[in-house]
């Protein structure tokens, strides 16, 4: 399980450093840019798969998500004696992103290449340093691979530096490239666990949605992204998961209605039975916040839990009636997976913490809010801030 996020210079995410728990609620008004920190956790599993720069250049490149402001805010700023402005930077402008567990810790450094006249990808970010560490905080006798610019190096079986450094391309993560059973076990066993991360984010129900259309249908335990194998999914909890939560979880929300999915030469289609109606409604007739409703049920309830499921504004386009329901479901899936909701709804987090109330989960409740530009912990002190070292470049 993971216990703390730490981001620093990532839009207005310019030193945060975050307790998790099994379920931890991320909130805040809008503007405290909740949606940042959701993509902090999208760029470390991009990084798993060598996307974390392609990440970044979708979003404007690197110096387009960096902190604008300035290094630190003086006293008197902050008590309003004098006006924000720049002063001179002591560290290395880069990105930094990293987490830590119960039983490994990783950080990454990005930053801008070195000026090279002869190559026209002068933007492109490189990794400045790399490093996976045991624990929780990182210490240099912790390490099990170091990685700084284009050379890394791993420790053996014996827990001694490998003689050899390795050369790495400075676009790549080590986290694709040396993760191998024989050289680096952990980053292999790390590089899984990242990319068994699962992300769901405002599924669309519009009418050409996805969701809506019949298609063939094969086993599905985890629900895609776009969701549009809903009906497999739904079906596969039905035979090989927890069919009694599936039909509970419709029921507690639209009370005496069930979904069915209805195969015709291997196609599959949504069919929804509503009380006081004569005949089951398709896909395509429902409504949009019915659609997303069991969207969330067919990703809450996957057979198949992830280590880590973060959700982002599931509330979006709900009816208020049905987050109770929706907390319900977010409480009993913390019970096989870690989860960070990330929402700007009070209801549903003041929802989600009772239901884990009675669930036995424990829950982090994190507000985030701004001062001077700079997203914050609401109420987070010195003492208070999890222990978090960066690598040094």
């Known amino acids: 399980m993971l216990t703390t996020l730490a981001v620093q210079n990532y839009r207005s995410l310019r030193d945060l450093v975050l307790p998790l728990a099994p379920l931890t609620l991320v909130t805040g008004p809008n503007g405290s840019r909740k949606s940042s920190l959701y993509r902090t956790l999208r760029m470390l599993a991009d990084a798993s798969r060598n996307g974390a720069v392609p990440a970044l250049a979708r979003e404007g490149g690197l110096l387009s998500t960096l902190w604008a402001g300035p290094e630190t805010v003086s006293r008197s700023v902050r008590q309003g004696r004098h006006p924000v402005q720049g002063t001179r ?3 290395p402008v880069g990105l930094r992103l990293g987490f830590s567990g119960e039983e490994f810790g990783y950080a990454l450094d990005l930053g801008l290449p070195m000026p090279d006249p002869d190559s026209a990808f002068q933007r492109d970010p490189e990794f400045k340093r790399e490093c996976l560490w045991t624990g929780t905080v990182l210490r240099t006798a912790r390490l099990l691979a170091d990685r700084s610019g284009s050379t890394a ?7 001694a530096w490998s003689g050899d450094t390795q050369s790495i391309r400075t676009t ?4 694709s490239e040396l993760a191998d059973p024989r050289r680096s076990p952990e980053l292999l ?10 992300f769901y ?7 050409g949605a996805p969701a809506r259309a019949t298609r063939v249908g094969t086993r599905t335990p985890v629900l895609g992204a776009e969701g549009a194998d809903l009906a497999a999914a739904l079906q596969t909890i039905r035979e090989n998961g927890d069919a009694v939560a599936l039909d509970e979880a419709i029921d507690s929300a639209f009370p005496g209605s069930r979904a069915e999915v209805a195969v015709h030469d291997g196609r599959f289609g949504l069919r929804f039975r509503q009380h006081g109606l004569l005949r089951p409604l398709d896909a395509a007739e429902l409504s949009d916040g019915t659609l997303r409703y069991l969207l969330w049920v067919a990703a809450l309830l996957t057979p198949r839990p992830p280590e880590l499921l973060v959700l982002n504004e599931p509330e979006t386009s709900l009816h208020p009636d049905l987050l109770p329901s929706l907390a319900e479901l977010i409480a ?35 507000t985030l809010a701004k001062e001077f530009g700079d997203t914050v912990v609401e109420g987070q ?13």
Request: net charge positive.
């Open 89 to 91: 930077r002591t560290q």
């Open 332 to 366: 009993a899936a913390s019970t096989g997976a870690q989860i960070i909701l990330v929402s700007h709804s009070v209801p549903l987090v003041r929802a989600v913490e009772a239901a884990a109330e009675h669930t036995g989960t424990r829950t982090g409740t994190v």
């Open 153 to 159: 190096r791993t420790r053996d079986e014996s827990g």
């Open 201 to 207: 984010d405002q599924f669309r129900t519009d009418a």
């Open 172 to 175: 790549d993560s080590m986290l």
């Open 189 to 198: 066993v790390l590089r899984d666990r990242i990319r068994s991360w699962r």
């Open 381 to 393: 002190g010195v003492l208070d801030r999890p222990a978090w070292h960066w690598p040094a470049r």
